[in-house]
């Protein structure tokens, strides 16, 4: 059965410390996408990757940090330096492949993971 | 900066009743995608339209897009109660930029 998981789906943070959202996915796409919802929101882009080692910075990466050390997966830490961290982290993943987001692939989505603070 | 802005913000309907939902958008697009979310989900793909195409069919979903006006809609016919959800579009040009969504909510 393929898909995208996301652990944990809650997840507190205290002042100072930093946090691992764990996504690991088994589509065999190249391509993969962290994103964060707020309320009332839409989605915004924190980082991409489209390769093995190699991944780009999104509209939002500050506060932010990820690596891509294997195709499955895409971990992303969200250190104390984001100071506003409460939101719905969603990753996903598509067959994207020479210019990203030119891509006709759709995104899968995993089911999310929730942060608040403590 | 908001690429694609869904209109209305909210919708309540009827079972058997159609929603529709519409999305502007600013800029030329390569394509523009629709997703569905769950309370609490991720998002689900339904329909992708290339922007040399009018309208697109999926079961009881259809899209059209009008590069004119640079608008889509999206037409649930005969709305179930299981539709109820948000709704977003995603427009395609250099990066993928989601709209803030339309929240559907069907009533048996």
């Known amino acids: 059965d393929g898909g995208i998981t996301q652990s944990p789906k809650y997840l507190f943070r205290k002042e100072g410390q930093n946090v691992t959202l764990s996504c690991e996915q088994n589509?065999?796409?190249?391509?993969m996408y962290w994103y964060r919802q707020d309320p009332g929101q839409g989605l915004r882009l924190i980082y991409y990757?489209?390769?093995?080692?190699?991944?780009q910075k999104g509209d939002i990466a500050e506060g932010y940090s990820v690596s891509r050390e294997k195709k499955e997966s895409f971990p992303l830490t969200v250190t104390s330096a984001q100071k506003n961290p409460t939101a719905f982290y969603l990753c996903?993943?598509?067959?994207?492949?020479?210019?990203?987001?030119?891509?006709?692939?759709?995104?899968?989505f995993g089911d999310g993971t929730r942060l608040s603070i403590l | 900066s908001q690429q694609g802005e869904e209109d209305p913000q909210a919708l309540s309907i009827q079972e058997g009743e159609n929603a529709t939902m519409n999305c502007s958008y600013k800029t030329s697009i390569n394509n523009l995608q629709w997703y569905r979310q769950n309370s609490g989900r991720g998002l689900v793909h339904l329909i992708l339209?290339?922007?040399?195409?009018r309208e697109k069919h999926s079961g009881r979903l259809r899209v059209t897009l009008d590069t004119s006006k640079k608008s889509s809609s999206l037409l649930i016919t005969a709305s179930r109660a299981a539709d109820t959800a948000s709704y977003f579009c995603a427009t395609v040009t250099d990066k993928l930029i989601f709209g803030t969504g339309t929240r559907l909510q069907v009533f048996p």
């Open positions: 996903a993943s598509n067959e994207a492949t020479g210019e990203v987001f030119r891509s006709n692939q759709p995104q899968h």
């Open positions: 990757s489209q390769i093995v080692n190699d991944f």
């Open positions: 339209i290339r922007s040399n195409e």
């Open positions: 589509l065999n796409h190249d391509a």
